[in-house]
Structures are given as structure tokens and as C-alpha cells.
């Protein structure tokens, strides 16, 4: 079951500089797609999401874009920052509120 | 801020025993669900629940497994005889329930299950 992927298990970054996280999915009929933040020790903490109707979405440092010619996701995060390193998880929504979860990219930004 | 609670953080058990996993979700979300991460792996879905009966649940989520809001407020997951495979991270999470969204879910902190 690989609904959604994320071909990129790591991601190191310095600061100031953009993250960009990459997620590919499967179904065109996903609807919503969501980035989730993830420390150790915690549960996923949501970040930003957008509607499949957009094919962008900004919330201060965080975009998201959405191609769904490509059926691909993107997280972009300017500037980076140190305590954005955590594990980003892209989720998208399929029938009946059930969710795919990609496999993660930890991201570590330098100081 | 309003979060979600799960109890217990951590439950070590014996195979083939019974398990109940507890959540209060928040107040005021009408959708619930639960997850689980085994060490190093993805985030897997298990089951949603809506207007008091699971509205979805996945493959993993088999016979031995079943959910429950026994009052207002508590949601559990219960293992009727645990597999060492089992073993995991069981997340617990709700989200409103509008049409069309915002769909975000709000994750509890885990109760990481061992079973040994």
C-alpha cells in the first residue's frame, strides 16, 4: 500500500536557506493533503494543508504546493530555521476521512 | 489550548493479553481516530470514527481490534490478545467535522505498547 510517497528519508539544510520536501501520490481522487511536523517522543503536529481545488497555500514561512497533473506535494519553508528540524510527514485524505501517511523526511537545519 | 490526551504513555504486556488504549479527545470534535507507528516506520491508519460508529478503518484494523466511546469524552482502542507485532506507537487523534474541511487532525502524544 504506497498511496503516498516521500523519496526522500533525510534533508539537511542551513539556516536562512529553503527546505523544500517533496511527496508523490497515487490517487487522483485524494481530495485534501496535509503537512504534519513531528518530534520525537510527540505525536504529529499539523502544519499546513491545502484543498485540491488550489494549487497553492501560504501560512507565513510555510507554502505548499499542490501539482495534480504530476500528483506531487511540495513543502517549502523560507527562512529555515533550527527548530524546524523534525520529521515531515505529507498525509492526504481519502474516503471517508481515512488518511495515507508518507514515510517522512527527517529535515535538519544547521545553525 | 485545548490538546488531546492519551493514556497510558507507555504499556509494556504480555502476549495474548488484553489491552485498552485511552484518548479524551477534544471537546468539541466530532471525528476520531487512531494510528499506529511501529519503531522507524510510517504513520499507518487504523480506523475512524464518527456519530459513534467507525466510519472507515483499514486492513491492519482486523478482529482482534475494537473501538469504543464508552462516555462523552473517552475514546479507546482495545487489543483482545496481543501479537509481539503489536508493538508500536498508537497515536490517537480528532479533527472537526465540517464539509469540505479544514480536515487537520490533532494527535494526541502516544501510548507507545510493548509486548513482550
Known amino acids: 500500500d504506497q498511496q503516498v510517497k516521500q523519496n526522500s528519508p533525510s534533508l539537511s539544510v542551513q539556516e536562512g536557506r529553503i527546505s523544500i520536501l517533496n511527496c508523490d501520490y497515487t490517487?487522483?481522487?485524494?481530495?485534501?493533503f496535509l503537512w504534519y511536523k513531528k518530534y520525537p517522543a510527540e505525536g504529529p503536529t499539523f502544519l499546513i494543508s491545502?484543498?485540491?481545488?488550489?494549487d497553492k497555500n501560504e501560512d507565513g514561512r510555510f507554502t505548499v504546493f499542490l501539482n495534480k497533473s504530476a500528483k506531487h506535494l511540495s513543502l517549502h519553508i523560507v527562512p529555515s530555521q533550527p527548530g524546524d528540524s523534525a520529521v515531515y510527514f505529507c498525509?492526504?485524505?481519502?474516503?471517508?476521512?481515512?488518511?495515507?501517511f508518507g514515510s517522512g523526511t527527517k529535515l535538519n537545519v544547521k545553525p | 489550548e485545548p490538546e488531546v490526551t492519551q493514556t497510558p504513555s507507555h504499556q509494556v504486556t504480555q502476549m495474548g493479553q488484553e489491552v485498552i488504549l485511552r484518548c479524551v479527545p477534544i471537546?468539541?470534535?466530532?471525528?476520531f481516530y487512531w494510528y499506529r507507528q511501529i519503531l522507524g516506520q510510517k504513520v499507518e491508519f487504523l480506523v475512524s470514527?464518527?456519530?459513534?460508529?467507525?466510519?472507515?478503518k483499514s486492513e491492519i484494523f482486523d478482529d482482534q481490534f475494537s473501538v469504543e466511546r464508552p462516555d462523552g469524552s473517552n475514546f479507546t482502542l482495545k487489543i483482545r490478545s496481543t501479537k509481539l507485532e503489536d508493538s508500536a506507537m498508537y497515536f490517537c487523534?480528532?479533527?472537526?467535522?465540517?464539509?469540505?474541511?479544514?480536515?487537520?487532525?490533532?494527535f494526541g502524544p502516544g501510548t507507545r505498547l510493548t509486548v513482550t
Open positions: 470514527f464518527y456519530n459513534n460508529e467507525i466510519s472507515e
Open positions: 498525509a492526504v485524505r481519502g474516503n471517508f476521512n481515512k488518511f495515507y
Open positions: 487523534a480528532s479533527s472537526e467535522a465540517r464539509q469540505g474541511g479544514p480536515y487537520e487532525q490533532y
Open positions: 491545502i484543498s485540491s481545488i488550489k
Open positions: 471537546s468539541n470534535h466530532l471525528y
Open positions: 490517487n487522483s481522487m485524494f481530495d485534501y
